[in-house]
């Protein structure tokens, strides 16, 4: 048994050691990746329920890493955030996304469209310097403050309520839309998000996924306390249509998912502007 133990141990520390391996190789491979173009975003469609038009775009980064392929985000934002990278790596994306989004905006093909969303991860919300940032990059691009919307997670946002409301106000006063990524999964209470400048409510994945069943309770409570508080919802990850149905009978505003379009890149959501097709 003994033995057992000590074989054991050497496993685990064989896989520690591996791992502690693959994250020093994402970090040194970071921070070429943003000299080397090797990083680009791609767009996910947002749909208005009622109209069955298209009303936003969720940005979302995409890595094809030279020596370890594709990553996904799940995989590589964790070591960004770790290694201090995602400072950096949040301000090309707010920059790439504000650029494409005045690309479009000056061909014409953004008059439905409300926003363009932006996820800003915890360090960025904690970086003194992300409001000179954000001004400088819609200056830049001259993108209507309108048109950008961050997405926060409830975690997040939570982590530092005193902090953060400071923040929001004055990107709210900036102009700039705010969306409570991945709702339901943190501790936020009806009596904070009242007080918060925020414009809409993320559901997350889990519980869209959950429907029909479990998840029918509690997004069915979310959108009656979100509409009360005159905030819109969105569902993420809606990917059937017994989750459109009961989305839409539940009254949720905009939904995102495999269902209606998955994550596509700047050149294919172009052609889907153009086409102006509803769904
Ligand atoms: P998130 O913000 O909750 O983004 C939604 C995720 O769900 C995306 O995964 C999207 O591709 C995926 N998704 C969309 N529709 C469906 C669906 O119908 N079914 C399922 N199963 N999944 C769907 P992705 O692109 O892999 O991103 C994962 C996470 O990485 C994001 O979760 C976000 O937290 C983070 N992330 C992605 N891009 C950025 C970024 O530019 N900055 C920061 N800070 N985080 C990012
Ligand atoms: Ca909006
Ligand atoms: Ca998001
Ligand atoms: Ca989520």
């Known amino acids: 048994a003994k033995h057992d133990g000590k074989n ?85 994306v707010l920059q790439s996304a504000c650029r494409q989004a005045a690309s479009w905006c000056k061909a014409g093909l953004l008059d439905s469209l409300e926003h363009v969303a932006v996820n800003l991860s915890a360090c960025q919300a904690r970086e003194p310097g992300l409001m000179d940032d954000i001004r400088a990059i819609l200056e830049e691009t001259q993108l209507p403050h309108g048109l950008l919307e961050l997405e926060i997670t409830e975690g997040v946002m939570m982590d530092n309520v005193h902090a953060n409301v400071e923040l929001m106000r004055r990107l709210q006063e900036a102009g700039i839309h705010l969306s409570i990524d991945d709702f339901g999964t943190g501790y936020s209470s009806m009596s904070y998000l ?45 990917e059937t249509p017994q989750q459109v149905e009961f989305l839409r009978q539940a009254g949720c505003d905009n939904v995102q998912g495999y269902f209606f379009a998955r994550p596509m890149t700047a050149a294919q959501l172009t052609a889907l502007l153009l086409e102006r097709r509803d769904w």
């Open 8 to 92: 054991r141990y050497a496993v685990f520390r064989a896989e520690m050691e591996q791992r502690a391996q693959r994250r020093m190789r994402i970090e040194a491979n970071l921070r070429r990746a943003l000299q080397n173009d090797e990083l680009y975003l791609h767009y996910q469609p947002q749909i208005d329920l009622r109209s069955g038009r298209l009303v936003g775009v969720e940005a979302l980064i995409r890595w094809n890493c030279r020596e370890l392929g594709p990553l996904t985000p799940d995989e590589f934002i964790p070591v960004a955030e770790e290694s201090g990278v995602i400072i950096e790596l949040g301000r090309w």
């Open 194 to 238: 009242k007080r918060l400048p925020i414009d809409q409510l993320k559901i997350d994945r889990s519980f869209v996924h959950d429907l029909p069943g479990e998840g029918e309770a509690i997004i069915t409570a979310i959108i009656a306390m979100a509409h009360s508080l005159n905030l819109k919802v969105v569902a993420e990850g809606v």
